[in-house]
């Protein structure tokens, strides 16, 4: 979802990683950033394509996944105010879609947007009216853009920015979680905003479909009136991704579906001559076919959705 960033060595941050050099901008005062984004164009999204495309992403994971599930825990995003940047880790191609449909969980006023490889948006330039913007990956030139448009967006309250900092496909479970330095910049250059971490991982339990799982972390204010360096605010939003991941996969272990909210219930049973035979016997005992390998107890998932809108 997201380009590297940064222009700055890494090392030293706990992740056992080679130093490299990343394309970043030195930091400015923050005054003369704000200057510089108000001038960058916002994407030209379309809300009733956005919305179009929403619900094929539903139908699609529906037919992918046994369940798409968000933990009951994690603290509700729709309850915050002002922008907001969701930082999640990136297990899996599945990622964007996930977050598309996860995007029912905030106010119907909310705007979404995400980076994206310049390269794919060429490819797909349709995705620019769904929010996506392109980022030319490994320049200074493509930093440097990516920050002042991300800073010209969460300049407007209704604004979401989705970004996944690690910049490339990590297994859920790798420890520690070591993001790219851009995150940090960014962080470092808002007045006003809210960084929310969230969780992913893909498990199977006990079908023959896997489980999309989530989860929504504690939130991170940043304000105006502070002196934290973009390094801070890379290790910060990295430890906080961390433990919303732990937590996750706490859970995910656990295979307990009452502990998740139903976002998008999906492929059921086995399918073939296995599923008619048990389809066939229970219509003939009289009871209700269940096509679950194992019935879960767990509410129905039209009482589990949030209210529309949030």
């Known amino acids: 979802m997201v380009a590297t960033l940064g222009r700055t060595r890494l090392g030293g941050n706990g992740c056992g990683m080679k130093p490299r050099m990343i394309d970043c901008p030195k930091p400015q005062t923050?005054?003369?950033?704000?200057?510089?984004?108000?001038?960058?164009?916002?994407?030209?999204r379309s809300a009733w394509l956005f919305a179009l495309f929403r619900g094929y992403a539903r139908r699609y994971l529906r037919h992918h996944f046994h369940a798409v599930r968000v933990s009951r825990a994690g603290p509700a995003p729709d309850l915050l105010s002002g922008p907001l940047v969701v930082v999640a880790n990136h297990p899996s191609w599945w990622d964007p879609l996930v977050g598309l449909v996860l995007t029912e969980f905030m106010h119907e006023r909310r705007i979404h947007y995400c980076p994206i490889d310049v390269n794919g948006l060429t490819q797909y330039p349709f995705l620019e009216r769904l929010g996506f913007f392109g980022v030319e990956v490994g320049t200074t030139r493509g930093s440097l853009a990516f920050l002042r448009q991300s800073q010209a967006i969460l300049s407007r309250p209704e604004s979401v920015l989705w970004i996944t900092p690690q910049g490339e496909f990590v297994d859920p479970r790798?420890?520690?979680?070591?993001?790219?330095?851009g995150i940090g910049h960014l962080a470092y250059r808002l007045s006003a905003a809210t960084i929310v971490p969230m969780a992913l991982e893909y498990p199977f339990w006990n079908d023959r479909c896997p489980e999309a799982l989530a989860r929504f972390g504690e939130p991170i204010t940043i304000t105006a009136r502070r002196s934290e360096t973009p390094q801070f605010w890379t290790n910060r939003i990295g430890r906080a991704l961390e433990k919303t991941q732990d937590q996750l996969?706490?859970?995910?272990?656990r295979r307990?579906?009452?502990a998740f909210l139903t976002v998008v219930g999906?492929?059921?049973g086995v399918g073939g001559i296995y599923d008619m035979w048990r389809r066939l016997r229970s219509a003939?005992?009289?009871e209700l076919f269940h096509p679950e390998h194992r019935i879960?107890?767990?509410?129905?998932?039209?009482l589990d959705r949030l209210p529309p809108g949030g």
């Open 174 to 181: 790798e420890r520690p979680v070591c993001l790219k330095q």
């Open 249 to 253: 996969a706490e859970e995910a272990r």
């Open 256 to 258: 307990d579906p009452a």
């Open 30 to 44: 923050r005054s003369e950033l704000r200057v510089r984004a108000a001038a960058a164009p916002l994407p030209r």
């Open 266 to 268: 999906g492929t059921s």
């Open 296 to 302: 879960a107890r767990e509410p129905p998932p039209d």
């Open 284 to 286: 003939i005992r009289g």
